[in-house]
């Protein structure tokens, strides 16, 4: 119940292209969905987030699509550059006694062709 | 600020030496996360602390992790002895609160070749 399935695992696109990751929860007390990103030899860093009250949410070229219904959520990145090559995570976060607990997908690695 | 700043930023060792990872958090951040990440398993929580005191470590693999945090500044996660299935990039990240909207500001990684 505490995991986030991510999908694909992998993908391929070309510049200027829609780069779409998706990602699934079961357990309704997350309340927070944010995407990290990741380049080599770095750590993940925040992207882009949204709370389960809004169905999406864009920044620039990225935006977070949310379905609560389905308990799912994606990522699509608009005239993907080959600057977005990265692993992209998916995450869901939820308030806990003495904390909270964000749980990662498994990650997508993003190629984009120039 | 600095960000996150972690040490080593490239170990190799050999299978039953032990390692020790550090790691100086963001200042005024209240809590603190090692992960785990590998090819075969992705990022992985192994153990968070808040306020210097650990809450939960149910990641941590083995009686052979152990991780400490002696203060706000610092915290290390040991490997004794350590094994090659240990070879893994070790993040470690801070976040200012318990607010679950609150962002992970993560660390460069400390990578890990055990061999």
């Known amino acids: 119940q505490q995991q986030v399935k991510q999908s694909p695992q992998s993908l391929i696109v070309q510049k200027g292209g829609i780069s779409i990751i998706n990602c699934a929860y079961e357990?309704?007390?997350?309340?927070?969905f944010p995407w990290y990103q990741q380049f080599p030899g770095k750590g993940p860093a925040l992207l882009i987030a949204?709370?389960?009250?809004?169905s999406e949410k864009k920044e620039g070229r990225f935006t977070i699509s949310f379905n609560k219904s389905a308990k799912q959520f994606s990522l699509h990145i608009m005239d993907s550059q080959p600057g977005d090559s990265a692993t992209y995570f998916c995450?869901?976060?939820?308030?806990?006694?003495?904390?909270?607990?964000?749980?990662f997908g498994a990650g997508t690695r993003l190629f984009v062709k120039a | 600020d600095a960000g996150v700043i972690q040490s080593p930023r490239h170990e190799v060792t050999e299978m039953g030496q032990e390692v020790t990872l550090r790691c100086k958090p963001i200042?005024?951040?209240?809590?603190l996360f090692w992960y785990r990440q590998t090819m075969m398993r992705g990022l992985e929580l192994l153990i968070y602390?808040?306020?210097?005191?650990?809450?939960?470590d149910s990641g941590m693999p083995e009686d052979r992790f152990s991780a400490k945090m002696p203060n706000a500044s610092f915290s290390t996660l040991k490997i004794q002895p350590s094994e090659p299935r240990d070879s893994a990039v070790y993040f470690c990240?801070?976040?200012?609160?318990?607010?679950?909207?609150?962002?992970?500001?993560f660390g460069e990684g400390s990578w890990l070749t055990v061999v």
């Open positions: 990240a801070s976040s200012l609160d318990s607010y679950s909207g609150n962002t992970i500001y």
């Open positions: 995450a869901a976060s939820m308030g806990d006694t003495g904390g909270f607990k964000t749980i």
């Open positions: 357990n309704t007390a997350f309340d927070y």
């Open positions: 200042s005024g951040h209240d809590y």
């Open positions: 949204i709370r389960p009250d809004v």
């Open positions: 602390f808040n306020n210097n005191v650990p809450i939960d």
